[in-house]
């Protein structure tokens, strides 16, 4: 399975073609439209989200809710490019006009300098519009599909928030629950996707100093996944390790700084002893482990056990105080442009990062099982974990 997206924040339409999804798995737009206003809902986000309704249209590969094996082609609308329809149109000539809201100022932090430099840009917008996290959009939408996937095959996969700004909550309140559907009851349920509503309570408060501050803030997202078959990925070549493959996907979501797996950020100052995950055997399950320090990889391969990943989110670079910089065309100091944006997008990257890991196990999977049809996937899938548990 494979991927590509294409769409500048204010263009017309955010597209994404999915290439190796097999046939025979049930997709609505439904399915889809659920995961793309999670993303668009979260404290802390600005008033762009207040334009848009993001809306999937099926374009190909999808015949009477059935994808048929053939490329799956997905569109969401732009719905604030009718306020940039000149400014971001595809088909007319640069002139005086359409060029008003030329970028030449910019932004620490942000991909605007090194990407002019690279494409010889002049109008730093020609980066910022592609740089802009509007594209997780179709990431999002490209992880539903993986999602539904991994549901019918049993695996599932959630991802909340665990600090913004100083506001830190607490990993172990996860032992309280008996599944991901439990704890996603209740972080879907608080604006901030916390873990606690005291933590929610912390971090609004944050957001909202913030906020008056006119400043930005970043903070911690975990994702979650149980029912991942032992043995995705593999130790043999480091191009195959899968939790090297998922690292790479979290630190791709725009303003991501830092991945790790179980507790490692912490573990770094323990021993040996304390953190390796004890080998234990019984007749129903066959083997497992005392503990999940390591995060449910050994090897670069998923042990069976949960899957725990984190990921840094940085503060978002457009700041409405802005920084130092530099007039690209005058060489002169000025204070950096000024874009609209949120205060935080940590509440919108739990469901990115949550997505990415999707697509990273979908892929794992259809690497390992059939990638052509659902039923022979799920038959496979399940003499597989047959042959894990008799191991
Ligand atoms: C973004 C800046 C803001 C965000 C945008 C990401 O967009 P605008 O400049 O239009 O206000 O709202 O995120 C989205 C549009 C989205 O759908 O997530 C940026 O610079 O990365």
Request: proline share 3%; hydrophobic share 45%; no cysteine.
């Given at each position: 399975?494979?991927?590509?997206?294409?769409?500048?924040?204010?263009?017309?339409?955010?597209?994404?073609?999915?290439?190796?999804?097999?046939?025979?798995?049930?997709?609505t737009p439904a399915d889809i439209n659920f995961e793309l206003a999670r993303r668009q809902h979260g404290y802390?986000?600005?008033?762009?989200q207040l334009i848009e309704t993001d809306t999937v249209t099926i374009m190909a590969g999808i015949r009477h809710q059935m994808t048929l094996g053939s490329p799956i082609a997905l569109n969401v609308h732009n719905d604030d490019h009718n306020n940039w329809h000149d400014i971001m149109d595809p088909t007319k000539k640069a002139t005086p006009e359409n060029t008003l809201r030329k970028v030449v100022r910019p932004r620490p932090g942000h991909a605007d300098l090194v990407g002019g430099i690279k494409y010889r840009h002049h109008d730093l917008r020609n980066v910022l519009e592609r740089s802009s996290a509007r594209e997780t959009v179709m990431r999002v939408a490209v992880g539903a599909v993986a999602k539904k996937?991994?549901?019918?095959l049993g695996i599932d996969v959630h991802g909340f928030v665990l600090s913004v700004g100083t506001a830190k909550g607490d990993i172990n309140e996860i032992t309280k629950y008996h599944s991901l559907a439990d704890l996603r009851t209740v972080t879907e349920g608080l604006p901030t996707r916390a873990l606690t509503v005291e933590n929610d309570e912390a971090i609004r408060k944050v957001i909202d100093e913030t906020k008056r501050n006119r400043d930005t803030v970043g903070?911690?997202?975990?994702?979650l996944a149980t029912g991942v078959p032992a043995g995705l990925g593999s130790y043999v070549s480091a191009d195959k390790k899968l939790d090297a493959k998922i690292a790479r996907a979290i630190v791709g979501i725009n303003a991501f700084k830092a991945v790790d797996f179980g507790n490692a950020f912490d573990n770094a100052t323990l021993y040996g002893s304390q953190i390796m995950d004890?080998?234990?055997?019984?007749?129903?399950?066959g083997f497992y482990r005392s503990s999940n320090h390591l995060g449910g990889f050994e090897g670069g391969m998923t042990t069976g056990g949960m899957l725990m990943i984190r990921g840094v989110v940085k503060p978002i670079p457009t700041l409405y105080q802005p920084m130092r910089s530099v007039d690209i065309d005058t060489h002169e100091e000025h204070k950096a442009s000024i874009e609209?944006?949120?205060?935080?997008?940590?509440?919108?990257?739990?469901?990115?990062?949550?997505?990415?890991?999707?697509?990273?196990?979908a892929k794992a999977i259809l690497d390992k099982f059939d990638a052509d049809n659902m039923d022979r996937l799920k038959e496979q899938i399940a003499a597989y974990r047959q042959e894990v548990k008799t191991f």
């Open positions: 399975m494979k991927y590509v997206t294409a769409g500048e924040s204010h263009g017309p339409e955010e597209v994404a073609i999915i290439e190796g999804i097999p046939a025979g798995l049930e997709i802390g986000r600005g008033n762009r996937m991994l549901k019918e903070g911690m997202v975990q994702v004890e080998i234990l055997w019984d007749e129903e399950q609209r944006s949120d205060t935080t997008a940590v509440t919108a990257a739990a469901v990115i990062a949550e997505h990415m890991v999707a697509i990273e196990l």
